[in-house]
């Protein structure tokens, strides 16, 4: 079975993309995922990637890249998300979820009059064979810069994921950054579209990083571990999707969610057999 | 001298958390903020810094704070930093040095060499490549001061500093405090135990939304401030100096 894959990767220029992209896709989703994970945007995560989706339609009626469409669309549910918890007495968590659902509903309907060549479900959960060309440049390009930012401001977010009041006292604008974070995340959201789709991206997000974050206790190991789990987990869940038929984002989850498991289980510091094995010994 | 002129702070859900405070702490001075649950402790620390909506004005050595911004040291309730990140302790103090290096730069081995030294004098070197989730609170409240020591900030505010620590720590704490202060920096504390502020403080501020009062220790524990502000029942062991 593995050996066929191997050969149809060497053949087929469609696998190919999707290999490629799935690998791109698993490690920017580490990197950013490291950052939310810490600064608790988990469910910020899972709102933007939801709320690309009306975008996505609109520029299909346009007629232009649903790239565009999707970061609009991203960036104004953080824009509203931000506005709602703070001009309100309603709870941030509450604020996320009335944002995000209504701007997921106004996709729906609009991904039903758009009539578009894409189908709602591969956008929902991501179908990766169907990756173009100029889809992987797309995600490269997001790739490269998300990998960029992260490496130039690696001090900034730092501090501000750690400690943002005191970023804050010393004139960091802590608020900007914030934001950038989610402009990041909206373009990952929308790079990561056609591999896991938008109902899965957030797992892509969380799952490899909290893996990582219990392996290690440093930042920067963490950041390259998350990253190289986010890359297993596309890879392999694309081998298992394309050789049994399988949806691939739905593939790829598992495959981190089984990775995480073990990890929780068996890490070397924090797994739960050991604490229990300590336990039982100790009594 | 820092000067605090008629600043107010409304919060988003129109709760006014502190109103017309105007008030001057001379340079160099140890002085500790007070006053009962919600009276605007931290809120005043907040609002002098700019770091939520504020009105009123606020100057350092007669310019605007935000000249000074790099050499400000805001040291928050460590309750409200997660213990559990993946930072070491030398990391922690390393953040101090942020500040000065701004964009881009990463910190280097001089800065090592600066944070070590801070670790050093709050007696935490042995730590340094320890998680801080292995720290004790009191320990852990050392890290933060050394890292304010390697910030070199000439405007030190902490936030309930001695909650949950050890008497070793709060110690070693104060003692640095004191070493700063006698270096001309100006240091404000939040605090809420009465029974040390005549030993710890040269100065105090006693608010309750609004300024009760401030200036020396004795001139402001006096039993009329502390009615007003506390309720007659709080005068059972105020040990004042």
Request: hydrophobic share 50%; charged share 15%.
């Given at each position: 079975?593995?050996?066929q894959?191997i050969?149809?990767?060497?053949?087929?220029g469609?696998?190919?993309n999707a290999?490629?992209?799935a690998?791109i896709?698993g490690?920017?989703c580490g990197?950013?995922g490291s950052?939310i994970?810490?600064?608790g945007?988990s469910l910020m995560?899972?709102?933007?990637?939801?709320a690309v989706?009306?975008g996505?339609a609109?520029?299909?009626?346009?007629g232009?890249?649903?790239?565009?469409g999707a970061v609009?669309?991203?960036?104004?549910?953080a824009?509203?998300?931000?506005y709602?918890?703070?001009k309100?007495r309603i709870?941030?968590?509450?604020?996320?979820g009335?944002?995000f659902?209504?701007f997921f509903?106004?996709g729906?309907?609009l991904?039903?009059?758009?009539?578009?060549?894409?189908d709602?479900?591969s956008?929902?959960?991501?179908?990766?064979?169907t990756?173009?060309n100029?889809?992987?440049?797309?995600?490269m390009?997001?790739?490269?810069l998300?990998?960029?930012?992260?490496?130039?401001?690696y001090?900034e977010?730092f501090?501000?994921?750690?400690d943002?009041?005191?970023?804050?006292?010393?004139?960091l604008?802590?608020?900007?950054i914030?934001?950038g974070?989610?402009i990041?995340?909206?373009?990952v959201?929308?790079a990561?579209?056609?591999?896991?789709?938008?109902?899965l991206?957030?797992?892509?997000l969380?799952?490899p990083?909290?893996?990582?974050y219990?392996?290690t206790?440093s930042?920067?190991?963490?950041?390259?571990i998350s990253?190289l789990?986010?890359a297993i987990?596309?890879?392999?869940g694309?081998?298992?999707?394309?050789?049994?038929?399988?949806?691939?984002g739905a593939?790829?989850?598992?495959?981190a969610?089984?990775?995480?498991?073990?990890?929780?289980l068996?890490?070397?510091?924090q797994g739960?057999v050991?604490?229990k094995l300590?336990?039982?010994?100790n009594n | 001298?820092?000067?605090?002129?008629?600043?107010?702070?409304?919060?988003?859900?129109?709760?006014k958390?502190?109103?017309?405070?105007?008030?001057?702490?001379?340079?160099?001075k140890?002085?500790g903020?007070i006053?009962?649950?919600?009276?605007?402790k931290?809120?005043?620390l907040?609002?002098a810094?700019g770091?939520?909506?504020?009105s009123?004005?606020?100057?350092f050595e007669g310019e605007?704070?935000?000249?000074?911004q790099?050499r400000?040291a805001y040291v928050?309730?460590?309750g409200?930093?997660?213990?559990?990140f993946?930072?070491?302790?030398l990391q922690?103090?390393?953040?101090?040095?942020?500040?000065?290096l701004?964009w881009?730069?990463?910190?280097?081995?001089q800065?090592k060499?600066?944070?070590?030294?801070a670790?050093?004098?709050v007696g935490?070197?042995e730590?340094?490549?320890?998680?801080?989730s292995e720290?004790s609170?009191?320990?852990?409240?050392r890290?933060?001061?050394a890292?304010t020591l390697?910030?070199d900030a000439?405007?030190i505010?902490?936030?309930?500093?001695?909650?949950?620590?050890?008497?070793?720590?709060?110690?070693i704490?104060?003692?640095?405090l004191?070493k700063?202060?006698d270096?001309?920096?100006?240091i404000?504390?939040v605090?809420?135990?009465?029974?040390?502020v005549?030993?710890?403080?040269?100065?105090?501020?006693?608010?309750n939304?609004r300024l009760?009062?401030s200036?020396?220790?004795?001139?402001?524990m006096?039993?009329?401030?502390?009615?007003k502000v506390?309720g007659e029942?709080?005068?059972?062991?105020i040990?004042g100096?």
């Open positions: 079975m593995f050996g894959f050969s149809d990767l060497m053949n087929y469609f696998l190919q290999l490629i992209t690998i896709v490690v920017t990197v950013i950052f994970t810490l600064k945007m995560g899972d709102a933007i990637s939801h989706l009306p996505v609109i520029s299909y009626m346009l232009i890249n649903f790239f565009y609009v669309s991203g960036l104004l549910t824009l509203g998300i931000n709602v918890d703070q309100s709870k941030s968590d509450s604020a996320i009335i944002v659902s209504a509903a106004l729906v309907i991904m039903g009059k758009a009539q578009s060549a894409i709602l479900t956008i929902l959960f991501g179908n990766i064979l990756v173009s100029s889809d992987r440049y797309i995600t390009a997001v790739g490269l998300v990998i960029l930012v992260v490496f130039l401001f001090k977010l501090i501000t994921t750690f943002p009041t005191m970023a804050r006292a010393y004139g604008p802590v608020d900007k914030n934001y974070i989610m990041l995340l909206t373009l959201s929308v990561s579209l056609q591999t896991v789709g938008v109902i991206v957030v797992a892509l969380i799952t990083a909290s893996t990582a219990l392996l206790s930042l920067t190991k963490m950041i390259g990253a789990l986010g987990s596309a890879t392999v694309l081998y298992f999707s394309f050789s049994y038929n399988l949806p691939s593939v790829i989850v598992i495959v969610a089984v990775m995480f498991v073990m990890a929780l068996f890490s070397p510091k739960l050991w604490q300590n336990y039982n010994n | 001298m820092l000067e605090i002129k008629n600043l107010s702070v409304t919060y988003p859900n129109n709760v958390a502190l109103e017309d405070v105007t008030v001057s702490i001379p340079s160099g140890l002085v903020v006053g009962p649950n919600g009276a605007g931290s809120t005043l907040k609002g810094l770091m939520v909506n504020r009123g004005s606020v100057a605007p704070i935000e000249k000074i790099q400000i928050e309730q460590k409200n930093l997660d213990m559990d993946p930072i070491t302790v922690c103090v390393l953040l101090g040095t942020f500040p000065k701004g881009f730069k990463r910190p280097g081995k800065e060499e600066i944070s070590m030294d670790l050093k004098r935490m070197e730590f340094a490549n320890r998680q801080i720290l609170g009191g320990q852990f409240q890290v933060l001061l890292r390697a910030q000439v405007l505010f902490l936030d309930e500093p001695f909650v949950g620590i050890d008497i070793k720590s709060e110690g704490i104060m003692d640095q004191f700063l202060r270096q001309g920096k100006t404000l504390i605090h809420h135990d009465l029974t040390k005549g030993k710890y403080f040269d100065g105090l501020i006693l608010l939304k009760v009062a200036g020396e220790v004795d001139e402001v006096t039993h009329d401030n502390l009615a506390f029942g709080a005068f059972t062991d040990g100096n």
